[in-house]
């Protein structure tokens, strides 16, 4: 089943206590889609500026991602974000944000995104993802994720937004922000009394947490030793996870189970290289082997 | 199989943000021992001063605790420490430490006690923790935790006692300290190579890492949404861990794996009260059926 996201398509400059890239593939609707396409067709909708090198939209293509919905907007350049790791890898400081084209984002979807059955609102403002759900009625799984940002000057649009949505991908310190709450367990029930059905709260290299209907679980992160740069993994955990469920069409509490441990499995390959190297470099096997190590790590 | 236990016993006040505790029991070796109740015999090795109350080691021994090595000195005092927890209930001020009768304590093991199979060192200096080794011969399987006081100085004594141990008990950060490592995969792997059989990392809130010779893994913490006070969850983690061992016997890579289970499991039970009053109202059924749970969370 196609998978719709729509998103941030970035130029990213990062610095980690050991190494240094400028201006290299980012972007959450792009980890996002990378990700999501060793499990499912994914369209792809978002804006660049005529500094965009063509080679990455090839890229993109090489892994049947459509495209169809990529704005390149003459005269305007693209979303910048330049950050930098402190030595425990988990930790980061934003540097320069350079909103650029992704600013005055309005998507408006093409006609094959508009029939969009499973779909993914990635980084952007509520008022965004708002106007994109209006814009995908046939939707039977809606996702979103939010930033800080948001819950400190678009609360209202948020909790417009969570009620409309069925499910959350979040941050360990927004799950804080939103509900007030400290202790992480308590947040994620109070994010679900706020709307959707469930909720994911990501805490990086210490794994997600999950609250559903009838179950509430945390996951670990798959431990791997080569940490090299953390950019991207919450947005390829999420794309593991909603290409799967895509993929799959198991919107049951083991079928979720399994999508989160893809998601972590994904996730644990982008950490180990800058940008997109380290997923450029896998298969659909590597994930099945890796998912089923994951699977006997935490069997007892 | 008795299981020995030699470390601090302790009065201990706490303050979380919402309340506060003076003077309840605590230390190492008492959270260790109480939770390994549930699993085997437990002798305990400690010394208290003469401000001790009888009441405490009635409770011991109401657990079947063998207090015979719990040394009462005239006109000593009690081991005292007194921390205060951040909002997030996981990071800790250590606003006060009188050692009293620990600072001098040098344990003479009983009889029965130099006979033991199975012994975890608890917190204590490493040079102490090297006597305990000496007189207990016949132990077919030594763990000790440590701190990062040790680490910075008797850095040496640690490093002899990590070449006689099978398995050592350490924080992230203390695992980070010890190896100077920031990536705690890697950390784990360096700990192992200084000479104990296994290492387990906690991570507190997290969970913990085991590095073995046969696999590394990490299991999160169980998710309780009722954390009133994180003292002494380290140490009885141990104890269910350990517990676990000396009830089995089984040291093969799935018995260590079941007893990190228990250990975890005892933890989240130490969390949802002060000092070890919610312990005190569990029975090993309370345990074996959030095992059962915490095995149902991480199956997929």
Same mark, same amino acid.
């Given at each position: 089943?196609?998978?719709?996201?729509?998103?941030?398509?970035?130029?990213?400059?990062?610095?980690?206590?050991?190494?240094?890239?400028?201006?290299?593939?980012?972007?959450?609707?792009?980890?996002?889609?990378?990700?999501?396409? =060793?499990?499912?067709? +994914?369209?792809?909708?978002?804006?660049?500026?005529?500094?965009?090198?063509?080679?990455?939209?090839?890229?993109? /293509?090489?892994?049947?991602?459509?495209?169809?919905?990529?704005?390149? +907007?003459?005269?305007?350049?693209?979303?910048?974000?330049?950050?930098? =790791?402190?030595?425990?890898?988990?930790?980061?400081?934003?540097? #320069?944000?350079?909103?650029?084209?992704?600013?005055?984002?309005?998507?408006?979807?093409?006609?094959?995104?508009?029939?969009? /059955?499973?779909?993914?609102?990635?980084? *952007?403002?509520?008022?965004?993802?708002?106007?994109?759900?209006?814009?995908?009625?046939?939707?039977?799984?809606?996702?979103?994720?939010?930033?800080?940002?948001?819950?400190?000057?678009?609360?209202?649009?948020?909790?417009?937004?969570?009620?409309?949505?069925?499910?959350?991908?979040?941050?360990?310190?927004?799950?804080?922000?939103?509900?007030?709450? #400290?202790?992480?367990?308590?947040?994620?029930?109070?994010?679900?009394?706020?709307?959707?059905?469930? +909720?994911?709260?990501?805490?990086? #290299?210490?794994?997600?947490?999950?609250?559903?209907?009838?179950?509430?679980?945390?996951?670990?992160?798959?431990?791997?030793?080569?940490?090299?740069?953390?950019? *991207?993994?919450?947005?390829?955990?999420?794309?593991?996870?909603?290409?799967?469920?895509?993929?799959? *069409?198991?919107?049951?509490?083991?079928?979720?189970?399994?999508?989160?441990?893809? *998601?972590?499995?994904?996730?644990?390959?982008?950490?180990?290289?800058?940008?997109?190297?380290?997923?450029?470099?896998?298969?659909?096997?590597?994930?099945?082997?890796?998912?089923?190590?994951?699977?006997?790590?935490?069997?007892?």
């Amino acid at each position: 089943m196609p998978l719709l996201v729509v998103g941030s398509v970035a130029l990213d400059s990062v610095e980690t206590p050991s190494e240094r890239r400028d201006d290299v593939l980012g972007g959450s609707a792009v980890y996002f889609s990378y990700a999501a396409s =060793y499990f499912a067709p +994914v369209q792809l909708v978002g804006a660049v500026g005529d500094d965009w090198p063509a080679e990455h939209t090839a890229l993109l /293509r090489s892994r049947q991602i459509d495209t169809a919905g990529l704005e390149v +907007v003459a005269g305007a350049k693209t979303f910048r974000w330049r950050g930098k =790791y402190l030595p425990n890898m988990n930790d980061r400081e934003t540097l #320069e944000v350079h909103l650029n084209v992704f600013g005055d984002f309005d998507p408006k979807l093409p006609a094959t995104s508009r029939q969009a /059955r499973y779909v993914f609102l990635a980084n *952007g403002s509520p008022r965004l993802q708002l106007g994109v759900l209006e814009q995908t009625p046939q939707a039977v799984l809606r996702v979103a994720d939010t930033m800080d940002l948001w819950i400190n000057i678009q609360r209202d649009e948020l909790l417009a937004l969570l009620r409309r949505i069925d499910g959350v991908v979040l941050n360990d310190s927004e799950a804080r922000l939103l509900t007030g709450d #400290e202790n992480l367990v308590r947040a994620g029930h109070r994010v679900r009394e706020l709307g959707p059905k469930f +909720v994911v709260i990501k805490k990086g #290299e210490h794994g997600a947490m999950f609250f559903g209907p009838d179950d509430t679980y945390v996951l670990p992160a798959y431990p791997t030793p080569n940490v090299v740069d953390p950019t *991207g993994a919450g947005d390829t955990f999420a794309g593991g996870m909603m290409g799967y469920l895509a993929e799959s *069409g198991d919107l049951s509490p083991a079928g979720l189970k399994t999508a989160l441990a893809y *998601g972590t499995v994904a996730a644990s390959f982008c950490v180990e290289d800058f940008s997109l190297e380290r997923l450029k470099r896998i298969d659909r096997d590597d994930l099945n082997r890796r998912v089923d190590e994951y699977r006997r790590m935490l069997s007892f």
